[in-house]
């Protein structure tokens, strides 16, 4: 291709690119992820599969395209976000192809939301995900005894109060080998945004919902990314987190993006913006070393 005619094309592609990014901030992530290109080395295997009752229990599954018969590689469980009252499994592709072609098998479940349920319900959904991943997942080329749990913003408080609160899983916590939030909420109380209070406002022991209130020695270890230009959960959640799990002798690290804000760091597991942050690298070096047999 011509020098000029590149030139044109890469600038096309960028521009497409920002528009869809800015897209995404204003409506649901399904458009992004329609628009962005998939990761190669990695395929959907399963799609819908009911977990427990209802359209909100489902999840799908994905895998590395090259993943062998027998295999037993290790798990990640990724619980979306949008403020536990929006989001659809359907518009995480981008991110379970992302994390596939690392070589692991990957699970996003949907779970009930604000306003049809409040907190605890979607936390026991994202429980009985991770319960029905230990006794199922071997079928499909997983490890049920390596699982790491991930999540973006609520889904990162989601998946940390699993990794921390022993309630949630009961014997079924062994399995989880390290816990990976990105730009989650782990101490917000007081609430403030209206979006807060309607999905945990109501319980009657507002810390029982904070995850550093369960933060404690012989938790997983953790991966707690943030943008620094984050402002809509704000880095101090995951440093307030981190000091929190290190005092405890919890294994930690805490990484920050300069210039990242709260999408940029969800956006940044897709391919043609994974440069801006080292997301996907460091969910998969961290997911790998904990992981080990």
């Known amino acids: 291709m011509p020098r000029t005619a590149w030139i044109v094309t890469a600038g096309i592609a960028l521009i497409a690119v920002a528009i869809v990014t800015a897209a995404a901030i204003r409506a649901p992530l399904r458009v992004f992820n329609a628009a962005v290109p998939k990761d190669w080395g990695s395929t959907r295997i399963a799609e819908g599969i009911a977990y427990g009752e209802g359209d909100r229990r489902r999840l799908d599954i994905y895998a590395p395209s090259d993943m062998q018969a027998n295999a037993h590689l290790p798990v990640i469980v990724f619980f979306y976000g949008g403020w536990w009252s929006s989001g659809v499994r359907s518009g995480y592709a981008f991110v379970g192809r992302a994390l596939a ?54 889904g990162a408080h989601i998946g940390a109060l699993l990794a ?46 904070q995850p550093i209130t369960w933060a404690s020695a012989g938790d997983p270890p953790a991966l707690l990314l943030t943008g620094a230009m984050d402002d809509t959960v704000r880095p101090r959640n995951s440093e307030a987190l981190a000091a929190r799990l290190r005092a405890s002798g919890v294994p930690v690290e805490l990484k920050s993006y300069a210039g990242i804000g709260h999408i940029g760091i969800l956006t940044a597991f897709a391919l043609p913006l994974r440069s801006r942050a080292a997301v996907v690298d460091d969910i998969a070096t961290f997911a790998h070393r904990v992981s080990q047999p």
């Open 164 to 209: 921390m609160d022993p309630q949630w899983l009961g014997t079924s916590r062994k399995a989880i080998r390290g816990f990976a939030g990105v730009a989650g909420p782990y101490d917000f109380y007081p609430f403030e945004a209206e979006q807060t209070k309607a999905a945990l406002g109501h319980w009657p022991r507002p810390m029982e919902t």
């Open 101 to 154: 072609a690392q070589g692991f098998v990957v699970l996003i479940p949907d779970y009930r939301l604000v306003p049809h349920v409040t907190f605890p319900a979607f936390v026991q959904d994202a429980a009985a995900a991770v319960k029905w991943t230990q006794a199922h997942v071997g079928a499909y080329g997983g490890d049920p005894g390596r699982i790491v749990l991930a999540g973006h913003s609520a």
